[in-house]
Nanobody, 127 residues
Framework: QAQLAESGGGLVQPGGSLRLSCAAS????????????IGWFRQAPGKEREGVAC????????YYRDSVNRRFTVSRDNAKNTAYLQIDNLKPEDTAVYYC????????????????WGRGTQVTVSS
């Protein structure tokens, strides 16, 4: 069974940086990790889940929500079955649980289309 596991969250002061990791396991040889787009989503208390970044499965094209562009950088290392989300200049409004998800069809902000989800990692930005 394919699984995703996020790590790297924590408490950070405004202006700080974090690198979140999304480790994949259980993907098959026929449909390995590199054939999936990896999306990063977040959900703040009392708010709906929103997609913030995605790296595609065909050409490693990256996509970002306008509100986070230039502060968020998504990447992947297929040899390690891991995707990353670098977040710089963190702001209090970035406080949320961050999730990674895998979609065999490619990047989309439509969360329901993703095949697999991690359990999330908490990011708290506070002084």
């Amino acid at each position: 069974q394919a699984q995703l596991a996020e790590s790297g969250g924590g408490l950070v002061q405004p202006g700080g940086s974090l690198r979140l990791s999304c480790a994949a396991s259980g993907f098959t040889l026929i449909y390995p990790f590199e054939k999936y787009a990896i999306g990063w989503f977040r959900q703040a208390p009392g708010k709906e889940r929103e997609g913030v970044a995605c790296i595609d499965n065909r050409d490693d094209m990256t996509y970002y929500r306008d509100s986070v562009n230039r502060r968020f950088t998504v990447s992947r290392d297929n040899a390690k079955n891991t995707a990353y989300l670098q977040i710089d200049n963190l702001k209090p409004e970035d406080t949320a649980v961050y999730y990674c998800a895998a979609d065999s069809s490619g990047c989309t902000w439509y969360g329901a289309r993703y095949d697999y989800w991690g359990r999330g990692t908490q990011v708290t930005v506070s002084s």
